[in-house]
Structure formats: structure tokens, C-alpha cells
């Protein structure tokens, strides 16, 4: 740049010599709220989800602390009870103090009762506002198992009820030849073994009005004994056998070999398609 005493004139072209250039200032911020750091933002979303739960589990635990108060199991209904008592039943659900309808379960509960001999079946129902309803299907006795000097009753299963008194003289069909112990563990071949004799039983009981006694040491080969009659059923299809035996008896009524009130003392029912019968 050239510099006449003129003045400052500058030549056009000619790039100014010795003047500092001015940095650009930055633009001013605009008047506001300052922004928030991340770090800082996610900190407080962070408090916010911690205070909503904690006020939803508050308003949950008074809702149920209230809930619970108008729930609470007041009353036991039980019905179809013969054989056990309701105050044994009761005992039997082992409910806490305070127990509500919502607290427990109805299936849990009918497990419970199921668990006593003589409860075959147990339905639990809710009723509001503090009723628990309990409807059960008891067993029946079947027959008398007789292990040595001890006496069971047992339903048509093969389940024992319980143990019989000695004095006691019950009217129903006598199984013998069992193992005891094999029964009250409930193996399940021994409960076989008493449904077979059950249903035997009860095929004898249409023909005899007596108490059948059934000896079941062989299962495929069953003696059973009523008024002073001796059966012996094979292995298998014994419904079949029986039909045999009666067809033969109807028989000899009508042809006026035998009375109403007469039967063979002997008859084996172990051969297909024969029915051999002894005096």
C-alpha cells in the first residue's frame, strides 16, 4: 500500500498494510431459560418413574389393606358331609387368622379335603362377601378286608376308609387273602385286586340275598362263597362266567329240578362255555 501525504488514501488494489483484523464476536445468547444438561436430564426422569412408583405401590397396598378388610373368611358352608364332621373338615383346610377370600385357593384347598379317606371328591367355591362354600362327595363302604385279626373298610376303589371294630358286624361282602399292608400304602395292584372282589360281590348279591365271603389269594382264580354255595370264577370275562351259571339255574327252575329256594353246593365257572355243578 502506498501512502501519499494526501492523507490516508488507499490505491485500489492495494491491501491495507498494518491493520489488525478484528476476531468476530460470537452472537450473543438469546435471553431464556438455560437448557439442561443430558446428564442432569436423566436424572430427573429417573426421580419422576421412582416417585410414580412408589405412589402406585402405596395406592395399591391401601386398596388391598381395604380390599382384605371386606374380604376376610367369616363363614365355612359345608355340605354332602356324612361320615366326618364339619368341625374335621375345617381342621382339615388349615385357614390363617385373617384369611380373605382373595388370599386363598379354591383348588388347594379342595386337595386338602381330598386327603382325608373318606373324601372321594371336594369342590371350594368363593360367595361373597365372606363365605367359603365346600361341597363334598363322601366314599362308601363296599366291603370288609380281612388281614388277619384285623378288619378295613374300604370303598369300591380298593381305598381304605379306616380300621373296624371288632365288635362291630357289618353287613357287607368279606375280601380275604390280601395283604394289608400293601393295601394301606395304596399299591395300586392290591386296589385291583379289591375292585375285583368288589364286583364280584355285586354279581352275587343279584342271585343271593346272604353276605358273599370272596377268597382273593389268586386273582385268576377267585372263590367265593354265599349260603352255602361255592363259586369258582377264572381269570377273565367273570361277567360272562356268572351269566352262564344264572341261565343255567333259570333253567333248572323252570324245569322243576330245583326250587326257587334251592341252588347247587358247588359250581366252577373256570371253563369257557361250561358250568360244572357239584352236589
Known sequence: MRVTRQGWRLQRGTPRVNVRQRTPRPSP???????????RAKIVRLLFVLL???????????????LDQWLVIREITIDGNQQTTKQELVARLSLKPGATLMTVSPSFLASRLEAHPWIKRAVVERKPLHT?????????????????????????????LG????DALP????????????????????????????????????EFSGRPHLQLEDPDHVVATVEGVRVEFGPAAQEEQWGRFTQLRQAMRGTGVVTAGQAPT???LRYPGKVIVRE
Do not use: C, N, Y
Not at 29 to 39: E, K, N, S, V, Y
Not at 52 to 66: M, Q
Not at 163 to 166: I, M, V
Open 29 to 39: 445468547r438469546p435471553r431464556g431459560r438455560t437448557p439442561m444438561r443430558p446428564g
Open 132 to 160: 367359603l362354600a365346600i361341597i363334598v362327595t363322601e366314599r362308601r363302604v363296599a366291603a370288609v378286608v380281612g388281614t388277619g385279626v384285623k378288619r378295613w373298610l374300604v370303598d369300591d376303589e380298593g381305598v381304605v
Open 171 to 206: 353287613t357287607f361282602p368279606v375280601l380275604t387273602g390280601l395283604d394289608g399292608r400293601r393295601l394301606l400304602r395304596g399299591e395300586v395292584e392290591a386296589q385291583r385286586v379289591v375292585r375285583l372282589g368288589v364286583r364280584l360281590a355285586g354279581l352275587l348279591a343279584g
Open 163 to 166: 380300621a373296624l371294630s371288632e
Open 52 to 66: 410414580g412408583v412408589g405412589v402406585s405401590a402405596w395406592l395399591a397396598w391401601e386398596v388391598k389393606t381395604h
Open 266 to 268: 358247588d359250581v366252577d
